[in-house]
């Protein structure tokens, strides 16, 4: 539910920890394919599983 979603983030961004917090993404139900990134130019592509070592994505 976006609106939970929205008052999670004000509520985040009001500590000092999370005062850059923004939503960067959002579940559907399809496609079943996996995660799909929007690029800076619009366009979508898949991000891959991780290979070898399970680090965390640093964005």
């Given at each position: ?25 959002h579940v559907t ?26 680090l965390p994505r640093i964005c």
């Amino acid at each position: 539910p976006s609106a939970a979603a929205d008052q999670l983030i004000q509520t985040m961004q009001n500590h000092s920890a999370g005062c850059h917090s923004a939503i960067i993404g959002h579940v559907t139900a399809t496609p079943k394919r996996g995660v799909l990134m929007t690029t800076g130019f619009g366009s979508q592509r898949i991000v891959d599983r991780l290979v070898g070592e399970q680090l965390p994505r640093i964005c």
